[in-house]
């Protein structure tokens, strides 16, 4: 059984928001993107179709269930990390507002949680939880539409990169990301690429 966890395409909103499970919708260019990406998607020859059910990753898996003739399976647990009471705030009016627990985050977002959200260690259980829950059928191939943060928390669980230090993993926007089950257990099934920048937290 293979699963591709596939980022969704290009959102709005402006630089320096915070921005998780906040509804927002895609970007002309992420628009644009659709096209290309279905078609990405479309040579692992997906037989189901799951997504985040947060419109930037739905409407990219319309796209590819619409190339397949499959039905698309909603699913919230693929959502993005949740920010709580800093979604949808510019990081400088959280810093302004919120400076200690704002520092703590950023020193220890692992176990951490911003105020009435998730931490990046939460998320990961979230996203293993989804993960475990899917049907293991023989020779399926499942293409999920999903976010940054649920990717890089999947690779770390799979491979020895930290979660403190999986954010130097790029998980470009539209990327795919091969999960694979094999002998009762899952693996990464391809190379992940490290960015040469210094860790980066932001997840979209």
């Not at 970007?27 to 096209?35: I, M, V």
């Not at 999986?166 to 998980?171: A, L, R, T």
Request: with cysteine; hydrophobic share 40%.
């Amino acid at each position: 059984m293979n699963v591709y966890l596939m980022r969704h395409p290009a959102r709005e909103g402006e630089a320096g928001l915070c921005i998780g499970q906040t509804d927002v919708a895609l970007s002309a260019e992420g628009l644009s993107s659709l096209p290309r990406l279905g078609q990405e998607a479309e040579k692992v020859k997906p037989t189901r179709i799951i997504s985040s059910d947060l419109q930037r990753c739905r409407i990219l898996a319309e796209t590819i269930a619409g190339m397949r003739n499959l039905s698309v399976n909603i699913n919230p647990e693929w959502r993005e990390l949740h920010f709580g009471d800093w979604e949808n705030r510019t990081w400088d009016e959280i810093r302004h507002a919120d400076p200690k627990r704002l520092a703590a985050w950023m020193n220890h977002y692992v176990e951490v949680a911003p105020p009435d959200g998730e931490s990046f260690r939460q998320l990961q259980e979230r996203a293993l939880g989804a993960l475990h829950r899917l049907d293991r059928t023989a020779h399926e191939t499942i293409v999920v539409a999903t976010h940054c943060g649920v990717i890089r928390a999947l690779i770390s669980a799979f491979s020895d990169v930290s979660l403190t230090r999986v954010f130097e993993i790029s998980v470009p926007y539209g990327s795919l990301t091969h999960l694979c089950w094999r002998d009762e257990k899952w693996a990464l099934g391809s190379t992940v690429e490290r960015t040469d920048n210094s860790v980066q937290r932001e997840v979209q």
